[in-house]
């Protein structure tokens, strides 16, 4: 039987509709085991601390009555898994965030945003002025600023700029009124200074086109940081009063905490800058000049290794604290914590002043020495009870996924950003063969890895490639019986390898629904509107009707 | 042609007027909600109520695509119109006008409205324009994909399991709002299964006895 | 413009798995009056359904107005009008509603013919259809169907409920419609003594097959009821083709003959029947002989 367009349109019809409801209710499943997964991991695996911080004086740090050191700790909190995209779509139009344009939402008269068509911040705010006689004047004003000035009211001469990143850090206080902000444009490629008090923008030399610098972002470098805590604590002191040990605070000795997002907190010299191969920079506030490494994104363990730096879309989040004390606002080094694509293991890090790395430490299982064994990203899957299930479970739920989408993953497994991974429907980034089409070695540009790696990855996916075939049989088997032609049994076939548990439903849906009638010649089942049996050839007999041999027709 | 779709909404003059009530009842809320609250608090509301309006119109039309074929096969309706001068194509297609009308109804009113009432209390700052036409895009594909469905389980008339399936076919269909969000992958996901939809059930019709 | 107006072309149709109709052609002409005659789940009203599109046909083609019945546009529909088995009108309307559907609908509607129409079958505008008896069901079909002046008349059984006053008065509008130049009807019915009146082509089915297909005055020509008498006992065979039908009682044999001609009262005059009488058949006779189950001659005690 010979295809019509119609049988065909109404099969890619059918074939979508069936691929698209099927990965839902897959994905839903694949997401449950994954919370289950992170609800249940034990807390060695989401929990990693450094001590001493080594960023500390000598003198503080190794003061005689110290009970305890400085210390840096990083948690994964499980409860705030934000990767939904309903969750990601509302927290994106927030203030600062990735589709929002709005940069300032501080109260109803404070506002700013970045107008996309004129190319222009637009700043809200109410000035105040204090007069001669001590009397407090507040006026609204309205600026629109752009690369080339500030107005109030919008001019193209003020220049366009592209696409602007921000440092938001300065909007937690209303002192950016008074101060500086600085920004980034990526197709400028020129860093920029907002003066509001003195209505000016300074513009930093643009960086050249061979300079191997993107900067991504600037100021507070964090991303999902609400599954990321990263806090650090200066050292315990026993105090000369009765014996005991508390934290001393005192203005001789130490500096109050300090951290991100406290108010005290002034970068008076630098601003962080993340580029996109996840290094980390200081840039001079004064000058808008790069002023050396500040340090890079740590690389957490995956399943399987990678020896290759993490960039910032291959985390699904990451935190940098930069550090100094209140009595110098010297800087210090930083603290930098991140989480891998998949949530299962976490990596934090210890830079100094000149953005090398003097601690590192992961998460992974601990003996009873607090010695570390294996690494979570491995220990997630087996180590704890439930987790053998939960893999399993996991492992054959990607193996209904169509077969050549899973391909489609281990080739393209890079390509997405990390936290996308988790809301992914057809191409599947965090799947078992994702992760192995990341395994990057140092040698990878021998051909032998290459394969092994690719062999590796088909093994991953022999049970889906096993059921397809399983399926691919039975269409094939069908459409013989119902009398398809070789060549649309071949289209079939093909299809149902390619596509497995889809492909299979998708012929169901569409087989043609005709009841099959038993050929009189050969004893076979035919089909009724074929004029000859597709097994035998034969012409069409009806043996249960007998009709009579007469007939009285005219013409 | 306008014959066809007259009857159509005399026909089933309940989803229509109950579109009109749901379309002023969301309005009534948005408006309230909009004076109860500063503007930079509405960011909380964006997506749950998205969601929730998403919600209520799917069942809402996946019940009228559903009835309204179940109607047409118990009462032999087609069978009887088609042998007029009218083709099946146009008794299909006015029915499915209908159902967009009866959407639109719910829909388009409180898009007119919303937008509005951000121009009124909210500076205007392009974000939240963007994400209304998001929304109110991502709603309005998907009620019609699940509209659509209904028509399919609805043709099947006289048995439940067909019925059932569909319901929970737009049960899932929903969750892609919660998975995907309204970013604009979704519209591009939603269309093209909106489109499926359409042609399957084009092809159900065109296909099947009267 | 071709001359048929239908046109059946080796339809085969089967239902799950059923042969129903094992390769059925026929066409009719303009301004003819089609009798289609079969028993009770023959196919006859399948063979209407295939024809409006109504059902997909298994294999063959079916034609009406020289269009592809499943490719009908709603040009050609509106020169057909229709009076379905069990008058499948939407049954929540109101008469009045239903009525001013149909005529929107309709590509042209003749006011004056269907007022006179409802004005002569009293048909009442405000009541719903369900509420109507089925006779009043027949008329208002019948009355939308001749409202659309149709250039093809297509009637499933619709005298079925009723009265004879009534059925009367359908035959002669039938009979009015034809004298209108190059109308068509296709007629079926059980009621064969109407169909007797009007139609003047008969097409009978059976066992799948359309057994027979001419004009009315020859199948009364072609088909011949005989008694027989011979002197001795009954030849056990006759050397005759085409018998539909035999029943020996004795010397005495009754038999039904298709085609019959010349040649076979030749050969049954060779051997030498004491008295050969025909008897005259009415359609009905035909009809009941042409679908007679037992082709086999019966020994009658």
Redesign the interface.
């Known amino acids: 039987m010979k295809l019509s367009t119609?049988y065909i349109?109404?099969v890619l019809?059918?074939g979508?509709?069936v691929l698209?409801?099927l990965s839902?209710?897959l994905?839903?499943i694949r997401f449950l085991c994954n919370e289950i997964l992170s609800v249940w991991m034990p807390r060695e695996y989401k929990y990693v601390d450094i001590e001493p911080t080594g960023l500390l004086p000598d003198n503080l740090e190794n003061d005689p009555n110290i009970e305890r050191h400085s210390r840096v700790y990083a948690r994964l909190d499980e409860w705030e898994y934000p990767h939904?995209?309903?969750?990601?779509?509302?927290e994106s139009?927030?203030p600062g965030e990735s589709?929002?344009?709005?940069i300032l939402?501080s109260?109803?008269k404070d506002?700013a945003?970045f107008?996309?068509?004129s190319g222009h911040f637009v700043f809200?705010y109410v000035e105040t002025k204090i007069m001669p006689d001590s009397d407090k004047l507040e006026r609204e004003v309205q600026y629109y600023i752009g690369p080339e000035g500030i107005s109030e009211i919008p001019d193209k001469t003020l220049g366009r700029f592209i696409e602007p990143i921000v440092d938001s850090s300065e909007f937690k206080t209303s002192l950016w009124k008074s101060g500086r902000i600085i920004l980034y444009d990526k197709k400028l490629r020129s860093f920029f200074a907002i003066n509001f008090e003195d209505r000016n923008i300074t513009k930093s030399r643009q960086l050249l086109k061979d300079d191997p610098r993107r900067p991504i972002d600037i100021g507070i470098l964090n991303k999902n940081d609400d599954i990321l805590d990263l806090y650090w604590m200066l050292p315990k002191v026993k105090t000369s009063e009765n014996n005991q040990v508390r934290t001393l605070y005192s203005r001789e000795r130490f500096g109050s905490i300090i951290k991100e997002g406290d108010p005290d907190y002034r970068p008076d010299k630098y601003l962080l800058v993340l580029d996109e191969s996840g290094r980390i920079d200081l840039l001079d506030k004064e000058t808008l000049e790069f002023a050396g490494s500040a340090g890079r994104l740590p690389t957490p363990a995956t399943l399987f290794p990678a020896d290759k730096n993490a960039t910032p879309d291959d985390l699904l989040a990451y935190r940098i604290l930069p550090m100094a004390l209140k009595e110098d606002r010297k800087y210090r080094g930083l603290f930098a914590a991140a989480v891998n694509r998949e949530g299962t293991a976490l990596a934090l890090s210890v830079f100094d002043a000149n953005g090398v790395l003097i601690r590192s430490d992961h998460t992974g299982e601990r003996d009873y020495r607090g010695r570390r064994g294996t690494l979570s990203s491995r220990a997630v899957l087996f180590s704890f009870p439930g987790a053998p299930a939960i893999t399993i479970g996991r492992f054959l739920l990607e193996n209904l996924h169509p077969p050549i989408l899973s391909l489609a993953s281990y080739f393209t497994a890079d390509s997405f950003e990390a936290g996308s991974g988790h809301?992914a429907?057809l191409l599947l980034p965090n799947s078992f063969i994702a992760m192995k089409g990341r395994d990057a070695r140092d040698d990878n540009i021998v051909v032998d890895n290459i394969v092994v790696r690719f062999l590796y990855a088909l093994l991953l996916m022999s049970p889906s490639i096993v059921l397809a075939i399983l399926l691919a049989w039975r269409v094939g088997k069908d459409a013989a019986f119902i009398g398809f032609s070789r060549k649309t049994r071949r289209w079939w076939l093909l299809g149902t390898i390619a596509f497995g548990l889809v492909g299979y439903i998708t012929y169901r849906l569409t087989r043609p629904k005709i009841t099959l009638v038993t050929c009189a010649n050969c004893g076979k089942p035919r089909r009724p509107d074929t004029g000859i049996c597709h097994r035998c050839g034969s012409k069409w007999d009806v043996p249960e009707l007998v009709p009579p041999t007469w007939r009285v027709i005219d013409g | 042609m306008l014959?066809?779709i007259k009857?159509e909404i005399h026909d089933h003059p309940l989803f229509f007027i109950g579109s009109v009530i749901l379309s002023t009842v969301l309005i009534g809320l948005s408006i309230a909600t909009l004076k109860g609250h500063?503007?930079?608090e509405l960011?909380?509301f964006?997506?749950?109520a998205g969601?929730i309006v998403s919600t209520i119109l799917v069942f809402v039309f996946f019940g009228m695509g559903a009835v309204q074929m179940d109607t047409d096969r118990t009462?032999?309706?087609s069978?009887?119109?088609?042998?007029?001068?009218?083709?099946?194509n146009?008794i299909l297609l006015a029915k499915i006008i209908a159902g967009l009308l009866a959407i639109l109804i719910a829909l388009v009113p409180l898009a007119v409205t919303v937008t509005i009432l951000l121009r009124i209390h909210i500076?205007p700052?392009?974000?939240f324009h963007v994400?209304v036409l998001e929304i109110f895009s991502g709603t309005f594909l998907i009620t019609l994909a699940c509209y659509f469905i209904g028509l399919q389980a609805g043709w099947n008339s006289g048995r439940l399991p067909p019925v059932i399936i569909g319901l929970i076919?737009t049960c899932?269909?929903l969750?892609?709002?919660?998975?995907?969000?309204?970013?604009p992958e979704?519209m591009i996901?939603l269309t093209?299964?909106t489109?499926?939809?359409l042609?399957?059930t084009w092809?159900l019709f065109m296909?099947t006895?009267? | 413009m071709n001359d048929n107006v239908i046109k059946v072309e080796n339809l085969v149709k089967y239902f799950d798995g059923r042969c129903v109709l094992d390769g059925i052609n026929f066409t009719v002409p303009r301004g003819c009056i089609y009798g289609l005659l079969g028993r009770n789940g023959a196919g006859k009203t399948t063979i209407i359904?295939i024809l409006?599109?109504?059902?997909?046909v298994t294999r063959g083609r079916t034609f009406l107005l020289d269009t592809e019945s499943p490719n009908?546009?709603?040009?050609v529909?509106?020169r057909?009008g229709?009076v379905?088995e069990g008058h499948?009108?939407?049954?929540?309307y109101k008469v009045e509603r239903l009525i001013k559907?149909?005529k929107?609908?309709?590509?042209q509607w003749n006011d004056e013919s269907f007022g006179h129409l409802i004005e002569t079958f009293r048909l009442p505008m405000d009541r719903k259809v369900r509420d109507l008896s089925m006779g009043m069901r027949a008329q208002l079909n019948l009355s939308l169907a001749m409202a659309?002046e149709p250039e093809l008349l297509i009637l499933d059984d619709p005298t079925l409920g009723l009265d004879t006053v009534a059925r009367r008065q359908f035959l002669e509008l039938a009979i009015e419609v034809i004298q209108k130049q190059d109308r068509t009807i296709l007629f079926c019915s059980h009621i064969l003594s109407d169909v007797e009146r009007i139609a003047d082509r008969i097409g009978i089915l059976t066992a799948g097959k359309l057994v027979v297909d001419c004009p009315m005055e020859q199948l009364k020509e072609r088909i011949k009821k005989l008694r027989v008498i011979f002197s001795e006992s009954v030849p056990a065979n006759l050397y005759l083709t085409e018998i539909i039908n035999q029943q020996i009682q004795g010397r005495e044999m009754t038999i039904t003959v298709a085609n019959w001609n010349k040649q076979k009262q030749a050969i049954l005059e060779t051997f030498k029947p004491s008295s050969c009488t025909e008897i005259p058949m009415s359609l009905e006779d035909i009809f009941i002989e042409c679908t007679k189950p037992n082709p086999q001659p019966v020994e009658v005690s």
């Not at chain 1, 589709?99 to 709005?102: E, T």
């Not at chain 2, 069978?79 to 099946?88: G, N, W």
């Not at chain 3, 499948?88 to 929540?92: E, R, V």
């Open positions: 119609n349109v109404r019809v059918t979508f509709v698209t409801l839902i209710p994905f839903w939904l995209g309903i969750i990601e779509y509302f139009t927030s589709r929002s344009c709005l939402s109260s109803e506002w945003y107008d996309n068509k809200r809301r429907l | 014959t066809l009857r500063y503007w930079i960011t909380a964006d997506s749950p969601t009462r032999k309706i069978a009887f119109i088609s042998i007029l001068s009218v083709s099946r146009r500076p700052i392009p974000v994400m076919l899932i269909l969750t892609l709002i919660i998975i995907k969000g309204f970013m979704i996901i093209l299964f489109v499926a939809s042609i399957r092809h296909s006895p009267l | 359904r409006l599109g109504l059902e997909p009908l546009s709603p040009k529909r509106g057909i229709c379905a499948n009108l939407i049954q929540n559907l149909c929107d609908l309709s590509l659309i």
